[in-house]
């Protein structure tokens, strides 16, 4: 009877745990970078300068047939950016897999259709991949009220201990309990994914 006692008491409180467990809700289209146009993975360009680096297809990929790969330049940060997202207040999680030489996650702030300066990047921590295994990436930010943001890669330049290098990125995740898509903010411009529209943006910062 006290093993029978032990295991309602067990079963009971798991599920308690699970009854107020939040869902995580995936807010990203094409995450795993399986869809292509002109060169560019569909929702994978900016329409403000967030997006500055060079990238393409790649059959090098941790799930499905594709991923992409970002060109890493000696003289300067080259970025991936997903579209403009117009989110809610609350805390999100980004995380992808990757492979290279280092990846920097973040976001960028957009207002009115352009980044503020260096002030409008916001980074987590560089991370230091591996050139033949897959690393998974995360960063968790919090915004303070609805924001209109593109979620960014940086794939940093040399430096003294560091040779820039090419970076492959797939599987990209953005997930958050409280918070969400907000419908009231604009949608961004819609632009053409061409070479040479998608890679005439401005210089990387920081």
Do not use: H
Not at 14 to 28: D, F, G, I, K, S
Not at 167 to 185: R, Y
């Amino acid at each position: 009877r006290k093993k029978k006692s032990l295991r309602y008491s067990y079963i009971a409180e798991m599920a308690l745990v699970c009854a107020t467990m939040t869902p995580q809700t995936e807010l990203l289209e094409n995450g795993g970078c399986e869809t292509w146009k002109d060169g560019v993975a569909t929702n994978w360009q900016s329409s403000n300068s967030a997006s500055s680096a060079k990238v393409s297809q790649s059959t090098d990929a941790r799930t499905g047939e594709f991923a992409v790969l970002v060109k890493g330049e000696t003289k300067s940060n080259k970025r991936l950016a997903y579209k403009e997202l117009g989110l809610k207040a609350g805390t999100y999680k980004m995380s992808f897999y990757a492979k290279g030489g280092q990846v920097r996650p973040g976001y960028a702030i957009s207002v009115n259709g352009s980044i503020d300066g260096q002030n409008g990047y916001k980074y987590g921590s560089y991370a230091t991949l591996s050139a033949t295994e897959w690393k998974l990436v995360e960063n968790e930010f919090t915004l303070e009220a609805s924001t209109t943001i593109n979620l960014v890669v940086m794939n940093p330049k040399s430096n003294k201990t560091y040779t820039a290098t090419d970076a492959i990125i797939d599987d990209f995740s953005l997930t958050t309990t409280n918070g969400g898509i907000d419908g009231t903010v604009a949608p961004p411009l819609d632009i053409t994914n061409t070479p040479e529209t998608a890679y005439t943006v401005a210089e990387a910062f920081e």
